[in-house]
T-cell receptor, first 119, second 108 residues
Framework: GAVVSQHPSWVICKSGTSVKIECRSL??????MFWYRQFPKQSLMLMAT?????????EQGVEKDKFLINHASLTLSTLTVTSAHPEDSSFYIC???????????????FGSGTRLTVV | QQPVQSPQAVILREGEDAVINCSSS?????VHWYRQKHGEAPVFLMI?????EQKGHEKISASFNEKKQQSSLYLTASQLSYSGTYFC?????????FGAGTRLTVKP
């Protein structure tokens, strides 16, 4: 089945620094990847859609300059949290969709998530 | 717009059944169901693509009522491993949006 790898699993950084999170589709190509943020006991909130070779599409209320997304290849998307602050602490998860096979398998595959703590 | 899930939480004894509902105010073209264990990423359970479709794997099944813009997830004879948060999701322009989740706890 489709595998999405996300790194790092967790990161602790100082306020004001930047953090980069990588998301890779290991056995399929993903022209589109998705970035979510999840606060404790809450749902996954879509932050942005990452498009290979073009600009990301951000959800309303998500700061483009703060959450930089780069989708440089068909298997890699990165999310950089710039000038991180404690309120950015959250669980960040990427996902992608493997469109090979039948439509019954067109679920979204998620990376293992990155727990960001800003101190 | 996010779909609406109910109930918010369910506590069951092993072997009991549960139903989780998902509805949308907008037309639904497909419904996804995922389960997330604490501290882990969501795992895809199934997708329903057509109105009237019913699908299942082992003792977890789902139905999709396109006209009512609803889907339901059925967990039969629940096992301890079924514990987790269940999310329904709808894809709008390929963007997956999730309901608030239903926290399911199965006790021995």
């Amino acid at each position: 089945g489709a595998v999405v790898s996300q790194h790092p699993s967790w990161v602790i950084c100082k306020s004001g620094t930047s953090v980069k999170i990588e998301c890779r589709s290991l056995d399929f190509q993903a022209t589109t990847m998705f970035w979510y943020r999840q606060f404790p006991k809450q749902s996954l909130m879509l932050m942005a859609t990452s498009n290979e070779g073009s600009k990301a599409t951000y959800e309303q209320g998500v700061e483009k300059d703060k959450f930089l997304i780069n989708h440089a290849s068909l298997t890699l998307s990165t999310l950089t949290v710039t000038s991180a602050h404690p309120e950015d602490s959250s669980f960040y998860i990427c996902s992608a969709r493997d469109l090979r096979g039948t439509a019954d398998n067109y679920g979204y595959t998620f990376g293992s998530g990155t727990r960001l703590t800003v101190v | 717009q996010q779909p609406v899930q109910s109930p918010q939480a369910v506590i069951l004894r092993e072997g009991e059944d549960a139903v989780i509902n998902c509805s949308s105010s907008k037309a639904l073209y497909s419904v996804h169901w995922y389960r997330q264990k604490h501290g882990e990423a969501p795992v895809f359970l199934m997708i329903l693509l057509k109105g009237g479709e019913q699908k299942g794997h082992e003792k977890i099944s789902a139905s999709f009522n396109e006209k009512k813009q609803q889907s339901s997830l059925y967990l039969t004879a629940s096992q301890l491993s079924y514990s987790g948060t269940y999310f329904c999701g709808t894809a709008v322009n390929n963007d997956m949006r999730f309901g608030a989740g239903t926290r399911l706890t199965v006790k021995p």
